[in-house]
């Protein structure tokens, strides 16, 4: 199954695709993930998009669509993948369509001030990609997956979670109507806990 994971940041994306790729034993493909790990190995891409990313801001839509293409196109994606941050504009998903077919669009749907909330608290593990709330955590600095160590992402300061929500509702939400027209939208209520939120998109996944 290809599957898009839709809704703004914050809203679990990143935790429900880890979930979904277990149980489905199909890749998640974070683009946020692939821009992180260029970053930190300073890549010629990472240096292009560290200040881009800093800021709250997207990368521009070529360069994203290049990435995912060519990450779609690796034999690990043959029996499915789960898209976690991309497409992120209309122009990412015309794109797509063109070289995939995808079979839906879960959208978490999260109210914004527990978005505020999420991100605020949010600690993330760079050595296994894990991310963790801080009042879920005994220890705020120690990854509960790997013992990593962990950190606040650069792009989760309060004034980049404003940028970033911006961006979202500018360019990101319009995807819901998009999918929505193409009958592939699923909407699920992302508040609550998170086994509660991932019951609810295998429900609708099932169907
Ligand atoms: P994320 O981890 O999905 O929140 O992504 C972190 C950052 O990476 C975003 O704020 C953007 O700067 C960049 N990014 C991730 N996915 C995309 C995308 N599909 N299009 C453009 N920029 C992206």
Same mark, same amino acid.
């Given at each position: 199954?290809?599957?898009?994971?839709?809704?703004?940041?914050?809203?679990?994306?990143?935790?429900?695709?880890?979930?979904?790729?277990?149980?489905?034993?199909?890749?998640?493909?974070?683009?946020?993930?692939?821009?992180?790990?260029?970053?930190?190995?300073?890549?010629?891409?990472?240096?292009?998009?560290?200040?881009?990313?800093?800021?709250?801001?997207?990368?521009?839509?070529?360069?994203?669509?290049?990435?995912?293409?060519?990450?779609?196109?690796?034999?690990?994606?043959?029996?499915?993948?789960?898209?976690?941050?991309?497409?992120?504009?209309?122009? *990412?998903? /015309? =794109?797509?369509?063109?070289?995939?077919?995808?079979?839906?669009?879960?959208?978490? %749907?999260?109210? !914004? #001030?527990? +978005?505020?909330?999420?991100?605020?608290?949010?600690?993330?593990?760079?050595?296994?990609?894990?991310?963790?709330?801080?009042?879920?955590? *005994?220890? /705020? =600095?120690?990854?509960?997956?790997?013992?990593?160590?962990?950190?606040?992402?650069? %792009?989760?300061? !309060? #004034?980049? +979670?404003?940028?970033?929500?911006?961006?979202?509702?500018?360019?990101?939400?319009?995807?819901?109507?998009?999918?929505?027209?193409?009958?592939?939208?699923?909407?699920?209520?992302?508040?609550?806990?998170?086994?509660?939120?991932?019951?609810?998109?295998?429900?609708?996944?099932?169907?």
């Amino acid at each position: 199954m290809n599957i898009i994971l839709l809704g703004a940041p914050g809203s679990g994306k990143g935790t429900m695709a880890q979930k979904i790729m277990n149980e489905l034993q199909i890749p998640q493909i974070s683009t946020g993930d692939i821009f992180r790990k260029n970053l930190k190995e300073e890549t010629p891409l990472g240096l292009q998009v560290k200040d881009i990313m800093a800021r709250g801001d997207l990368v521009p839509d070529e360069i994203t669509i290049e990435i995912v293409k060519n990450r779609l196109a690796e034999s690990d994606c043959a029996n499915g993948y789960i898209l976690d941050g991309f497409p992120r504009s209309l122009v *990412q998903a /015309a =794109a797509l369509d063109t070289f995939q077919n995808i079979d839906c669009a879960v959208n978490l %749907d999260v109210d !914004e #001030e527990a +978005i505020v909330k999420r991100l605020s608290g949010r600690r993330f593990c760079p050595d296994c990609n894990g991310t963790f709330h801080i009042s879920t955590l *005994q220890n /705020a =600095a120690v990854c509960p997956s790997c013992g990593g160590k962990l950190i606040i992402r650069a %792009d989760d300061s !309060e #004034e980049t +979670i404003r940028e970033r929500l911006r961006v979202y509702y500018k360019t990101t939400f319009p995807l819901i109507e998009y999918y929505s027209k193409q009958g592939k939208l699923l909407t699920v209520d992302g508040n609550g806990a998170i086994d509660d939120v991932y019951g609810r998109i295998m429900a609708v996944l099932k169907k």
